[in-house]
Nanobody, 122 residues
């Protein structure tokens, strides 16, 4: 029905950069919010950055000023530009979308990507 495809993870040295991309596909009427969460080993999943349909971004305090989220509504994609990466950024990153699949829906459903590994190590 709805799938989130992720790309861009990998291994990078501290201070380096990576770009994560996510594309939503399927029977989608409207996407309210798209963004990224992450989960490090032995830790809870946490918000990294999201952006609403109106273009309002929301960043975790630990990444603000280093990461930039952007959205292409026409392509149902979201991109996370990650700069000045730190070892503490190492985690599995999950794409997230809240959306409705028809105009009759009054509540958004949440969807998750399969996750992509980001490792920051010297």
């Amino acid at each position: 029905q709805v799938q989130l495809g992720e790309s861009g993870g990998g291994l990078v040295q501290p201070g380096g950069s990576l770009t994560l991309s996510c594309a939503a596909s399927g029977s989608i009427w409207h996407i309210n919010t798209m963004g990224w969460f992450r989960q490090a080993s032995e830790k809870q999943r946490e918000l990294v950055a999201t952006v609403t349909s109106g273009g309002s971004p929301n960043y975790a305090g630990s990444v603000k000023g280093r990461f930039t989220i952007s959205r292409d509504k026409g392509k149902n994609t979201v991109t996370l530009q990650m700069n000045s990466l730190k070892p503490e950024d190492t985690a599995v990153y999950y794409c997230y979308a809240s959306l409705i699949t028809s105009p009759t829906m009054s509540i958004f459903d949440s969807y998750w990507g399969q996750g992509t590994q980001v490792t920051v190590s010297s």
